[in-house]
């Protein structure tokens, strides 16, 4: 199977990277160097050529690199959904939101997921099962926007009504007619969030079953917040209104939904399993994303995985490099060492990154 993939990409004044362009071969890419040297860097790159903040979910001021914050941008060929070949531009001067090019013409960040999926684990996420419900909403709404790219736009959407409905509640407001109006966009938006997050998780599910892996399977939920099980979203806004003006925020909806997981062969939470149990529930969400969205779209999508090696001993780690390669996925992976990708052999394109007076250099690592 043929999957999405960027072909050549460009950095300029990106992070550490003053200049640099890479022409992948098609292959899963392995790119090492030392701590600091700008591999992630890369990946943050690649990451936005999807909508959103990318991988760090950074301000668009931030990727700039230092001392001289003259602006960034970002290019890429790409081999898009339905074999197409698109030129994808992004870039921003100063501290502006990002702006978007797809083949010379400006479109929205939205446009990116219609030509391109892409999917990634970082360091960060290592947490994901014992910190706050924010980070796993978020990685939920990743998974649901790359099977349903207009996913995004029922969030904009919801967030925006509820950000003009707190500011009511934070000003005592008592029309109605305000409240109600925007009530109803929340809770037309918050079904089709609702509606998004649970058809992605059906798809997990399904992936899951009967695969081929090493990493475990999990049982998943969406979970509401004790007072907030109300199917009708629009009512139980108008019955909070006074409760919610108390708070000064409100308290009901999708924005309050935990993702919860269960590690199926030892029925244990995630948040009970060993760090090691969570990160291979970690990779084995994000290949079972992969193989719906191969499933559904005929093409595996784009796979980030930074650092994911290290965490891995040797029998897993070739296990995860088997998979990346037998779904026929271009996996973009980073690591301090070249030796942790030696199980994939020539499977894969080497990359090495070095760094020297605060900027990064791009090579093939023969």
């Given at each position: 199977?043929?999957g999405l993939?960027?072909?050549?990409l460009?950095l300029?004044?990106f992070?550490?990277h ?13 790119i ?7 591999k992630?860097?890369i990946l943050?790159?690649i990451?936005l050529l999807?909508?959103g903040?990318g991988?760090?979910?950074a301000?668009?001021?931030d ?5 001289t ?6 290019l890429a060929?790409v ?10 531009e992004?870039w ?15 479109t929205s960040q939205?446009a990116l997921?219609?030509i391109?999926r892409?999917?990634w684990l970082?360091?960060?996420?290592d947490?994901?099962w014992?910190?706050?419900a924010e980070?796993?909403?978020r990685?939920l ?10 996913h995004?736009e029922?969030?904009?959407?919801y ?9 009511l509640l ?7 007619h305000?409240y109600?109006?925007?009530e109803?966009q929340?809770a037309?938006a918050?079904?089709?969030?609702m509606a ?5 998780l059906?798809?997990?599910v399904?992936?899951q079953q009967g695969?081929?892996t ?12 004790e007072?907030?099980k ?5 009512l139980a ?9 108390a ?7 999708p924005?309050?939904t ?8 030892k029925?244990?939470?995630a ?6 149990e ?5 990779i084995s969400?994000?290949l079972?994303?992969a ?7 005929g093409q595996?999508p ?6 994911v090696?290290a965490h ?12 990346i ?6 996996a973009i ?5 070249p030796?942790?990708f ?5 499977r894969?394109q080497?990359?090495?990154?070095s760094e020297a007076?605060?900027?990064s250099?791009i090579?093939?690592?023969d």
């Amino acid at each position: 199977m043929s999957g999405l993939s960027i072909t050549t990409l460009a950095l300029s004044q990106f992070r550490s990277h003053r200049a640099g362009r890479v022409v992948f071969d098609g292959r899963p890419v392995a790119i090492s160097g030392p701590n600091g040297a700008g591999k992630t860097n890369i990946l943050e790159a690649i990451s936005l050529l999807s909508p959103g903040r990318g991988l760090r979910r950074a301000a668009s001021g931030d990727l700039a690199r230092q001392p001289t914050s003259i602006g960034w941008k970002v290019l890429a060929e790409v081999r898009g959904l339905g074999g197409s070949s698109h030129k994808v531009e992004t870039w921003a001067e100063g501290a502006t939101p990002r702006d978007v090019r797809i083949d010379d013409k400006a479109t929205s960040q939205t446009a990116l997921g219609r030509i391109l999926r892409i999917l990634w684990l970082v360091p960060a996420m290592d947490r994901l099962w014992i910190e706050g419900a924010e980070g796993r909403r978020r990685f939920l709404d990743r998974m649901t926007l790359s099977f349903t790219p207009d996913h995004a736009e029922a969030s904009l959407a919801y967030e925006k009504a509820m950000r003009d409905r707190n500011r009511l509640l934070k000003e005592g407001a008592s029309d109605p007619h305000w409240y109600g109006a925007l009530e109803a966009q929340m809770a037309e938006a918050g079904a089709q969030i609702m509606a998004n997050r649970s058809a992605a998780l059906a798809r997990l599910v399904q992936a899951q079953q009967g695969a081929d892996t090493a990493f475990p399977q999990a049982d998943l939920d969406l979970v509401a917040p004790e007072g907030d099980k109300s199917a009708d979203l629009g009512l139980a806004l108008a019955q909070g209104r006074r409760r919610d003006m108390a708070a000064g925020r409100t308290l009901v909806g999708p924005h309050r939904t935990d993702l919860q997981a269960v590690y199926r062969a030892k029925g244990q939470s995630a948040d009970q399993c060993s760090t090691g149990e969570q990160k291979a529930l970690l990779i084995s969400l994000i290949l079972a994303n992969a193989r719906a969205l191969a499933q559904d779209l005929g093409q595996p999508p784009v796979l980030l995985f930074d650092e994911v090696a290290a965490h891995l001993d040797v029998g897993r780690r070739g296990a995860l490099y088997d998979e990346i390669c037998n779904l026929g996925a271009q996996a973009i992976l980073s690591g301090t060492e070249p030796g942790l990708f030696d199980s994939l052999g020539p499977r894969a394109q080497m990359l090495r990154v070095s760094e020297a007076g605060g900027e990064s250099r791009i090579e093939a690592d023969d």
